[in-house]
C-alpha cells in the first residue's frame, strides 16, 4: 500500500500561484499512476489532472488545462501540482491518490490511495 502525504495548500489571490507536494511511501512508487482531485464543499470529488506511472502522459480537466501541471520525480517519490493563474472557482481541498492501474485513470473508484488533502482558498 501507498502512503500518501499533501502539503503546499494555503490561502492566495486570484491570479496567483501555488504549488501541491504529495510525498509518497510503501509501494514501489516509480510504478503508480497518480492523480489529484479536489473537492469543493457539497460537492463531488472531481478529477484534475492524473499521470501514468511512465511520467510523459498526463491527462488534464478542461477546467485546469494551461494553467496547472503536474510532474513527479521518482528519486525523491513525489508528485507535484503546480497552479498557475487561480480563480476563485480553484477553492476546495486537494487530494493526491495512488491508482491500482499503470494508466491514466480519471475516476476515484480507480485510486485506491488518497492522501489527506490540503486545503486550496483563492479570494477574488
Known amino acids: 500500500q501507498v502512503q500518501l502525504v499533501e502539503s503546499g495548500g494555503g490561502m492566495v489571490q486570484a491570479g496567483g500561484s501555488l504549488r501541491l507536494s504529495c510525498a509518497a511511501s510503501g509501494r514501489t512508487f516509480s510504478r503508480v499512476a497518480m492523480g489529484w482531485f479536489r473537492q469543493a464543499p457539497g460537492k463531488e470529488r472531481d478529477f484534475v489532472v492524473g499521470?501514468?506511472?511512465?511520467?510523459?502522459?498526463?491527462w488534464y480537466a478542461d477546467s485546469v488545462k494551461g494553467r496547472f501541471t503536474i510532474s513527479r520525480d521518482d528519486v525523491k517519490n513525489t508528485v507535484y501540482l503546480q497552479m498557475n493563474s487561480l480563480k476563485p472557482e480553484d477553492t476546495a481541498v486537494y487530494y493526491c491518490?495512488?491508482?491500482?492501474?499503470?494508466?491514466?485513470?480519471?475516476?476515484?473508484?480507480?485510486?485506491?490511495?488518497w492522501g489527506q488533502g490540503t486545503q486550496v482558498t483563492v479570494s477574488s
Open positions: 491518490a495512488a491508482s491500482r492501474y499503470a494508466g491514466i485513470r480519471t475516476h476515484p473508484s480507480d485510486y485506491d490511495a
Open positions: 499521470t501514468a506511472w511512465t511520467g510523459d502522459t498526463t
